[in-house]
């Protein structure tokens, strides 16, 4: 369906069996999503990203390292109204393929930082004061 390259190699999205996924060069999926239903987790690890939720149902804040296709930003948006997602994701065309080939809506609740997850953390941070 898609490839393409960047200072990091390769990204490839590929269609097959109802299955988008995206990959970096390896048969390993780094993302996935069922076509029929993409509202859906399909990736047991990204199913299991979500037990944090037992310990905490209604998070605020949320600051997830790494897009990939952006299905687990897309499902915590519609599943948690009240939160607002920070991504912080290395690769810029990432970004862009999640938008555009994985549904990733524009939503003013997820910032993505194209950054290293260590960059973004040694930004001085926003003071909010009352």
Known sequence: MHVSRDEDGPIEVVDEDGVRAMHFGTSSRQSA???????????????????????????????????????????????????????????????????GWFGLPEDPRLDIHVATAWRLSTKPRRTVTT
């Open 33 to 99: 999503m069922n076509l029929a239903d993409p509202e859906q987790l399909e990736l047991s690890y990204t199913r299991a990203m979500l037990s944090a939720l037992l310990f905490h149902d209604s998070p605020r804040r949320i600051l997830m390292v790494g897009l990939g296709g952006g299905s687990l930003a897309k499902y915590l948006l519609r599943q948690l109204p009240e939160a607002r997602i920070d991504v912080a994701e290395k690769r810029a065309n990432v970004v862009k393929i999640a938008h």
